[in-house]
């Protein structure tokens, strides 16, 4: 079954000065179940995409078809309500709430659709445990490391139980065992809960983990290919 799917896909930023075409008539499906790696070099695309595939921006041309529905055809409110139960993001934008404990964190997207608290912090505990950090329940982002900070990221984007989550160079600033860590996590994850991942990345030893990896070049698909994961 098609999760995403991106169809003709265009992104032109400052369409009346000197243009930028940040993305170029791209098409990627991608279905259920899938792990992929987004890769290519600096300003070739990658946020743009993952921006307009999680309805954060809207394409100049084309469309995005998310498990069926077309983010173009929705009203804000509707976006907003349709990004919050069925997409997850681990993105540099959506940092972690400093002033926020680990459970806060994760907890406020479930506060925000009325969950009893009870039920919420269950949740959020079950949550907090499967990204390993159930013991960091009451701490705050400023002491935890790198990798913890992006596991709790990973926990948030769980909580409202998405089908897909898109990541934005999650292993940036991380060292080597906890680029590891979170993508054992996220592999996990993906395998156990059968939630789509689509992450973009620069490093070696992520894009390795992928089993799909497509790569953009001048804001063009230029490969797009299936491999074994080692
Ligand atoms: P990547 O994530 O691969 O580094 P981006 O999607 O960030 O690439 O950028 C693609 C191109 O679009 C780059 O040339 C970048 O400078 C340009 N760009 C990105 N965002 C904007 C924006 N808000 N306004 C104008 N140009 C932008
Ligand atoms: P992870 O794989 O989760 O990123 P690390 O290997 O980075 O874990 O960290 C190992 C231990 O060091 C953790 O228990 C963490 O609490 C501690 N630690 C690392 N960096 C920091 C930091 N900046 N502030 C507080 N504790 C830290």
Do not use: C, W
Request: no cysteine; aromatic share 4%.
């Amino acid at each position: 079954k098609t999760i995403i799917d991106a169809h003709n896909v265009t992104k032109t930023y400052n369409p009346e000065k000197v243009p930028v075409y940040a993305v170029q008539d791209v098409h990627v499906h991608i279905e259920e179940g899938e792990f992929v790696a987004l890769v290519g070099p600096s300003g070739s695309g990658k946020s743009t995409l993952l921006n307009m595939m999680g309805g954060l921006d809207e394409p100049t041309k084309g469309s995005v078809i998310i498990d069926g529905v077309e983010l173009t055809e929705l009203s804000e409110n509707k976006l907003i309500d349709f990004r919050l139960h069925n997409i997850g993001f681990v993105f540099q934008a959506f940092n972690l709430i400093p002033v926020l404990t680990a459970k806060e964190n994760v907890g406020f997207v479930l506060q925000l659709q009325h969950m009893p608290k009870k039920e919420r912090e269950k949740r959020v505990l079950s949550l907090l445990e499967e990204v390993d950090l159930e013991d960091k329940i009451d701490s705050k982002p400023g002491e935890l490391s790198g990798g913890q900070q992006q596991r709790i990221a990973v926990a948030r984007a769980l909580a409202s139980k998405p089908k897909i989550i898109l990541a934005d160079e999650p292993t940036a600033n991380l060292d080597s065992k906890s680029a590891a860590n979170l993508l054992n996590i996220m592999a996990k994850l993906n395998k156990e809960e059968n939630i789509t991942f689509l992450f973009s990345t620069h490093d070696q030893r992520v894009i390795k983990k992928a089993r799909r990896v497509i790569t953009l070049v001048d804001g063009k698909v230029d490969s797009d290919v299936q491999q074994t994961p080692t």
